[in-house]
């Protein structure tokens, strides 16, 4: 699970695939799958909350990486 937050709100996106480095055992994602996320982000979080809405409130968002 990776947690993105922009201003008020915290995205929680789901089911990254992730490769394991086979040297060390720390997990990560490749550059094509961090663009990805990276959009899935940008078009989840624009015009799906409302700032103004959301003064001293959190909203939580949570979408799956498919």
Known sequence: MLPI???NAILL???IPARVCE???ETYID???AQEVQDLANETLNGEVS???ARGKREVLITAFE
């Open 51 to 53: 700032y103004a809405k």
């Open 5 to 7: 937050e922009r201003g």
């Open 31 to 33: 550059e094509e799958t």
């Open 13 to 15: 996106i789901t089911d």
């Open 23 to 25: 040297n060390c055992g």
